[in-house]
């Protein structure tokens, strides 16, 4: 029988995570990946045959996946729609650790997305996104064209208080980013109001 792995599966694509969160597709080496895996670069291609290529589109597939469970399930379930959203905004917290993590879609988009490996799971994740927070923006009395707005904006704010998170080396826009949220989606109907916008 063989030695059991030394590194849970879990792990070793969390840790895969962090390299392309940190440096992007293009900028991680397979000598980083096998560093931050904790395994050698002959049983790093033991357990990913197809490359570099292949852990990302893992890395990519465990993101969605609890994004889907932790992120569009709460927006789409029961209760009030701030509480959705609350649960929803929270989650978000964890799963980009309180905006000290880069967007993986963002680093794992090529220069022109739709050359990219991986641009076909990017736009399909940003859509389902954008479904869900129009979704509950609707359910708080929004109209489709005004909760379809709703939702691009939330988007929008999202991604950039991560890139500006990342830039000023503070986490203060993303967190301002999360106590915003109900008011994006589901602040009473009409246009989404604008907000005086806060210093860093």
Same mark, same amino acid.
């Given at each position: 029988?063989?030695?059991?792995?030394?590194?849970?599966?879990?792990?070793?694509?969390?840790?895969?995570?962090?390299?392309?969160?940190?440096?992007?597709?293009?900028?991680?080496?397979?000598?980083?990946?096998?560093?931050?895996?904790?395994?050698?670069?002959?049983?790093?291609?033991?357990?990913?045959?197809?490359?570099?290529?292949?852990?990302?589109?893992?890395?990519?597939?465990?993101?969605?996946?609890?994004?889907?469970?932790?992120?569009?399930?709460?927006?789409?379930?029961?209760?009030?729609?701030?509480?959705?959203?609350?649960?929803?905004?929270?989650?978000?917290?964890?799963?980009?650790?309180?905006?000290?993590?880069?967007?993986?879609?963002?680093? =794992? #988009?090529?220069?022109?997305?739709?050359? $990219? /490996? &991986? @641009?076909?799971?990017?736009? %399909?994740?940003?859509?389902? !996104?954008? *479904?869900?927070?129009?979704?509950?923006?609707?359910?708080?009395?929004?109209?489709?064209?005004?909760?379809?707005?709703?939702?691009?904006?939330?988007?929008?704010?999202?991604?950039?208080?991560?890139? =500006? #998170?990342?830039?000023?080396?503070?986490? $203060? /826009? &993303? @967190?301002?980013?999360?106590? %915003?949220?109900?008011?994006? !989606?589901? *602040?009473?109907?009409?246009?989404?109001?604008?907000?005086?916008?806060?210093?860093?």
């Amino acid at each position: 029988m063989g030695r059991p792995p030394s590194i849970d599966e879990d792990e070793v694509i969390a840790r895969l995570a962090k390299v392309f969160s940190d440096v992007g597709y293009d900028g991680a080496s397979l000598a980083q990946l096998a560093e931050a895996s904790g395994l050698k670069k002959a049983s790093l291609y033991h357990r990913f045959p197809g490359g570099k290529k292949q852990m990302a589109e893992d890395v990519l597939t465990a993101a969605l996946d609890w994004i889907a469970a932790n992120v569009l399930a709460p927006l789409a379930g029961d209760g009030p729609p701030r509480e959705r959203i609350a649960l929803a905004a929270e989650n978000l917290d964890t799963f980009y650790r309180g905006g000290h993590r880069a967007c993986l879609l963002n680093m =794992l #988009s090529s220069p022109r997305n739709e050359d $990219g /490996p &991986f @641009g076909k799971a990017i736009r %399909e994740a940003f859509e389902a !996104l954008l *479904a869900a927070f129009a979704g509950v923006a609707r359910a708080a009395g929004a109209s489709e064209a005004d909760a379809r707005a709703r939702a691009e904006r939330a988007v929008v704010t999202m991604q950039g208080s991560l890139v =500006l #998170s990342r830039g000023i080396g503070s986490t $203060g /826009p &993303f @967190g301002r980013f999360l106590d %915003e949220l109900p008011d994006i !989606l589901a *602040a009473e109907a009409g246009p989404a109001r604008s907000r005086k916008v806060q210093q860093p």
